[in-house]
């Protein structure tokens, strides 16, 4: 194995053998593995022909549907299954971020399980004792640490033992929908302390259905479809792949063949971008600032919360920056059908001379159904002179007539 991988995943396949009767008897189970013997057994194909090369530092994403396959690929990696067919190699000490919380004892209190866990995990009473006001103080339970576990909330369990599973001292880590537990402020926490992965070098491997967290942490990732892989590449043609098999799944237009092929512009529509643009304004002495103008129809009535966001690409396709309402606790829901939505960004100017385009993005509050997703909505460039230090943007309006209904 090459010493720069961290990582390496060969011909890996997962069966598992599915019982049709339950035992709920010593002797029912005895019953159950000889008619196991005897006949045929039902057999699911977890996990086929998968090969992985993750290099050490490198933060690599997992996505799929449910029951693609890709926490059992993280399980495998951990060590937790063992595959049916091929193998993992392991370069670094490993810490698997999976059903936290396993080896807590509802009997005892939160304090004592810190101490039991963390011994578990491998450290003496002594670093327990110089971490531990940490370890609540980001957990965010103070007042709960004498009190047994099992009157704890899953959320403030969850908590606590993500804030213990994060000291551990790991060179590879495995985190499965991690950001998706807890309150805004502590997915905040989690978002910093993945950034400080970054900035670490941490080799990292993140199963997510967050296609924003995917693009914005991920350097690769892979998309696994009935248990095979689609596409493995960059992140962001990984979670491009992804979205576009919701929308062409939920269309019913195109074969499976024409699933991943890269379009410009999709989406259902029940809200739409109608008009979009964007100019320059110089508001300081020092900074300058472009302004995004961007005007949505309902098109249809909507019963959930919107996310209206914008991603800027430069011409090698790398994405520089961008957000979304959500992000900013911006909520809009409950459009009524010809209800028009304005939307203005202000952005800082921090882009160097080139060219660059504006992505536009219209989903539900979970990123799965996709109402309007647009590719080089605006195209724009930015030009630095001499005698102005200021990057100059050249005004732009694009005005959309009519975008064709997909047929049902």
């Known amino acids: 194995m090459d010493n720069n991988l961290a990582v390496k995943v060969t011909n890996v396949g997962k069966v598992f053998k599915l019982p049709h ?56 990696i951990a060590g937790i299954y063992q595959p049916t067919t091929g193998q993992v190699q392991i370069n670094g000490k490993l810490m698997p971020f999976i059903e936290l919380g396993v080896g807590f004892n509802g009997e005892l209190t939160g304090r004592e399980n ?23 103080s980001f957990a965010e339970l103070e007042k709960f640490m004498d009190q047994k576990l099992k009157n704890y909330s899953s959320g403030m369990q969850v908590r606590l033992a993500f804030s213990l599973a994060i000291r551990a001292k790991a060179e590879i880590l495995l985190i499965d929908e991690v950001l998706a537990v807890g309150d805004a402020d502590f997915q905040k926490k989690c978002f910093r302390y993945f950034k400080n992965l970054k900035k670490e070098k941490k080799t990292v491997i993140f199963v997510s ?13 892979m998309l696994i479809e009935g248990s095979r892989p689609v596409i493995t590449g960059a992140a962001y043609d990984v979670s491009m792949a992804y979205t576009r098999m919701f929308i062409e799944q939920n269309q019913g237009k195109e074969s499976k063949g024409d699933v991943y092929n890269r ?3 999709w989406g259902d529509w029940r809200v739409k971008y109608t008009s979009v643009s964007i100019n320059c304004t110089k508001l ?52 009524t059908k010809g209800q028009k939505i304005e939307l203005v960004w202000q952005v ?34 930015v030009e630095k002179r001499e005698q102005n230090p200021y990057l100059i943007f050249p005004q732009y309006k694009l005005t959309v007539q009519h975008v064709s209904q997909p047929k049902k």
């Open 114 to 136: 810190i101490y039991l866990n963390g011994a578990m995990t491998g450290f003496s009473r002594a670093e327990i004792n110089s971490m531990y006001k940490d370890i609540v």
């Open 284 to 335: 300081t002495d020092k900074e300058t600032f472009f302004i995004l103008e961007t005007l949505a129809l309902a098109s249809d009535y909507i019963n959930n919360e919107c996310v209206f966001g914008f991603k800027i690409r430069n011409e090698k396709d790398e994405a520089i920056m961008g957000t979304n309402t959500k992000l900013k606790n911006h909520s809009f829901s409950k459009f």
């Open 348 to 381: 800082p100017n921090i882009l160097n001379t080139g060219l660059y385009y504006i992505d536009l993005a219209i989903q539900n509050e979970s990123y799965e159904d996709v109402y309007d997703w647009w590719e080089e909505a605006v195209q724009f460039s």
């Open 21 to 76: 009767e339950r035992a709920n008897t010593l002797k029912g189970t005895f019953t159950s593995m000889l008619k196991m013997r005897k006949g045929p057994v039902e057999i699911q194909h977890a996990l086929s022909d998968i090969n992985l090369e993750i290099k050490k530092g490198e933060f690599f994403g997992i996505v799929g549907r449910n029951g693609s396959g890709k926490s059992t690929l993280l399980k495998i």
């Open 263 to 265: 379009k410009k512009r």
């Open 209 to 221: 259905h967050d296609m924003n967290a995917i693009q914005e942490y991920c350097d690769r990732a």
